[in-house]
């Protein structure tokens, strides 16, 4: 599953060989999840080793042995050199971004069993994160984002918690959008209450702060509203797609 550094390859010297085209996974939760979800992780650093493998014994013993192989304690300034703005846990790790060809064989897939999640044009790099998280958790296909926001930024991976692993996470045009009945989020739309998502839904998000946009709401093939009480103005980007995963889960989707 790993590659670990070894013997006498200093682990800060491989990092910095390795980090530019890497993705960054800062804290504990982060490497957790990216073991889980079978990553490849050549180097991960901590200034405790101990204090460390003790959160993995507490919180995830289903990855301590792996988490153990993987890491190299350094000096706190050499991990600040790596990280400026370090994690609270003072874990660090690089790991290999996913295959783009598998994502998109994936994400096309004419057997999917769960909806994909297209997040247009989005601004926020860390309710990107959390849409992400949120996806992982319900067993979504993947996450799509259109526009300049990059999805494996490093913000996002943080506020994902490391389970880009665990979905098929690309940014794609809207000529790339996957097949599959497309269903648009939008104030106007039927009331989701009465509708059922099929599990190769295509689930689409506009930005926090104008919708969603002309191109993808011609596309749509079905306008779809959220409950909300009269003067609310809107939900955050996270939690629109944590309500309507949820829908898809328990009225009709794929058990996940």
């Known amino acids: ?3 670990p550094v070894g013997g006498t390859d200093d682990p800060v010297r491989a990092w910095r060989r390795l980090a ?3 993705v ?6 982060a490497l957790k999840h990216a073991v889980r979800f079978k990553a490849r992780i050549p180097v991960a650093v901590t200034t405790d080793r101990r204090a460390v493998l003790a959160l993995a014994d507490e919180l995830a013993p289903d990855v301590r042995e792996a988490v153990d192989g993987l ?6 300034t050499a991990l600040r050199s790596l990280v400026p703005r370090p994690h609270p846990t003072e874990v660090a790790a690089l790991a290999v971004r996913p295959s783009r060809e598998g994502h998109l064989e994936a994400l096309a897939s004419p057997a999917r069993t769960a909806p994909v999640v297209v997040l247009d044009q989005p601004r926020n790099l860390g309710n990107a994160g959390a849409v992400i998280r949120l996806a992982a958790g319900f067993g979504a296909t993947g996450v799509i984002t259109t ?3 990059d999805p494996w930024h490093p913000t996002v991976v943080r506020g994902g918690a490391g389970l880009h692993f665990a979905t098929a996470v690309e940014r794609l045009t809207m000529a790339e959008l996957p097949p599959g009945p497309l269903f648009a989020l939008d104030p106007e739309g039927e009331d989701i209450r009465g509708l059922k998502l099929p599990d190769d839904a295509v689930l689409a998000f506009g930005s926090e702060r104008s919708g969603l946009t002309a191109e993808l709401r011609e596309r749509a093939d079905h ?3 959220l409950p909300m009480r009269p003067q609310v103005s809107s939900y955050n980007l996270a939690t629109s797609v ?8 328990a009225f009709g989707g794929a058990p996940v």
């Open 242 to 249: 944590a309500m309507t995963l949820y829908h898809w889960s």
């Open 24 to 29: 960054l996974l800062d804290g504990f939760h």
């Open 147 to 149: 526009g300049p926001l």
């Open 71 to 76: 890491l190299a304690e350094v000096p706190e």
């Open 20 to 22: 530019d085209g890497s």
């Open 223 to 225: 306008l779809v509203s």
């Open 1 to 3: 599953m790993n590659d």
